[in-house]
């Protein structure tokens, strides 16, 4: 059965094994095939997303020994998207609707050639440590992974900030189901739940995580961008944004990549 070895698009840089020592040395990590019992894996609705990758992850991946769980959202991210491609190959049919003339529409998309990878840098010298979310410009790499960094708001308030994992999602997953009942249709509190867990301190200090989630809902909203400006600039990974003219009205749309039964089980005819 046939391997392939990737580089993460973090480089493995935040990632140590119990001594310390790097856990992904150099962000390279070797896998399988996706196979049947994977697949049926994904197919399997009484389980969350996360959960389903966490587990195909720990199957696929041959070295080296690591919790699937513990990687960056944006590497598992890559690596899904890496055993798509090295299994049934970069070509994927995209859904999309125009947002002008509202026409429904299909096209190719290649996964190797259509999309962006952000690569953390090589070099810790070329970052400085604060993020200033009022003046720096985002770069098409990232700075040099670190687990936290500071980010400088407009609102004077310096956070200290991390990106998100594979348990963070089993958390905010956890705390929909949570919630659920609690809440109207119209409003969805863990957006606010995501934002408070990448946050590990407020101007130096540690604060509950109900703190974190009340500071978060009243943050006006160029606070609120510049904070999520700042995460994005530090997230290594691949950029969904996809651009596409209709082909029926001529009219440029902007839109995430779509995931649908397709991207595992593309259509023969």
């Given at each position: 059965?046939?391997?392939?070895?990737?580089?993460?698009?973090?480089?493995?840089q935040?990632?140590?094994?119990?001594?310390?020592?790097?856990?992904?040395?150099?962000?390279?990590?070797?896998m399988?095939?996706?196979?049947?019992?994977?697949?049926?894996?994904?197919?399997?609705?009484?389980?969350?997303?996360?959960?389903?990758?966490d587990?195909?992850?720990?199957?696929?991946?041959?070295?080296?020994?690591?919790?699937?769980?513990?990687?960056?959202?944006?590497?598992?991210?890559?690596?899904?998207?890496?055993?798509?491609?090295?299994?049934?190959?970069?070509?994927?049919?995209?859904?999309?609707?125009?947002?002008?003339?509202?026409?429904?529409q299909?096209?190719?998309?290649?996964?190797?050639?259509?999309?962006?990878?952000?690569?953390?840098?090589?070099?810790?010298?070329?970052?400085?440590?604060?993020?200033?979310?009022?003046t720096?410009?985002?770069?098409?790499?990232?700075?040099?992974?670190?687990?936290?960094f500071?980010?400088?708001?407009?609102?004077?308030?310096?956070?200290?900030?991390?990106?998100?994992?594979?348990?963070?999602?089993?958390?905010?997953?956890?705390?929909?189901?949570?919630?659920?009942?609690?809440?109207?249709?119209?409003?969805?509190?863990?957006?606010?739940?995501?934002?408070?867990?990448?946050?590990?301190?407020?101007?130096?200090k540690?604060?509950?995580?109900?703190?974190?989630?009340?500071?978060?809902?009243d943050?006006?909203?160029?606070?609120?961008?510049?904070?999520?400006?700042?995460?994005?600039?530090?997230?290594?990974?691949?950029?969904?944004?996809?651009?596409?003219?209709?082909?029926?009205?001529?009219?440029?749309?902007?839109?995430?990549?779509?995931?649908?039964?397709?991207?595992?089980?593309?259509?023969?005819?």
């Amino acid at each position: 059965m046939s391997t392939y070895t990737i580089t993460l698009p973090s480089r493995g840089q935040i990632y140590k094994d119990k001594d310390g020592n790097p856990a992904i040395p150099d962000g390279l990590v070797t896998m399988g095939p996706l196979r049947m019992k994977e697949q049926a894996i994904f197919a399997n609705r009484a389980s969350d997303n996360t959960k389903k990758l966490d587990e195909v992850l720990k199957r696929v991946i041959i070295s080296p020994t690591i919790d699937p769980s513990t990687l960056l959202v944006s590497d598992r991210l890559y690596l899904l998207f890496a055993l798509r491609i090295n299994t049934i190959g970069p070509e994927y049919q995209v859904p999309f609707r125009c947002e002008h003339c509202d026409a429904q529409q299909r096209f190719t998309l290649d996964l190797i050639k259509d999309l962006t990878v952000k690569n953390a840098r090589l070099d810790p010298s070329e970052d400085a440590k604060v993020f200033d979310a009022m003046t720096d410009l985002l770069d098409p790499s990232v700075p040099y992974m670190t687990e936290t960094f500071d980010v400088a708001l407009p609102n004077g308030v310096t956070i200290t900030a991390r990106l998100l994992n594979g348990n963070d999602e089993n958390a905010i997953a956890s705390y929909q189901k949570r919630i659920r009942t609690q809440i109207s249709a119209a409003s969805d509190p863990s957006i606010f739940y995501r934002m408070a867990l990448m946050i590990t301190q407020v101007n130096g200090k540690d604060i509950p995580i109900t703190d974190k989630i009340h500071m978060v809902e009243d943050w006006d909203l160029r606070t609120s961008n510049a904070f999520s400006d700042a995460i994005e600039a530090r997230e290594p990974g691949i950029d969904l944004t996809l651009r596409r003219d209709c082909v029926h009205c001529g009219a440029g749309n902007e839109f995430p990549v779509a995931f649908t039964a397709e991207f595992f089980r593309p259509r023969t005819r």
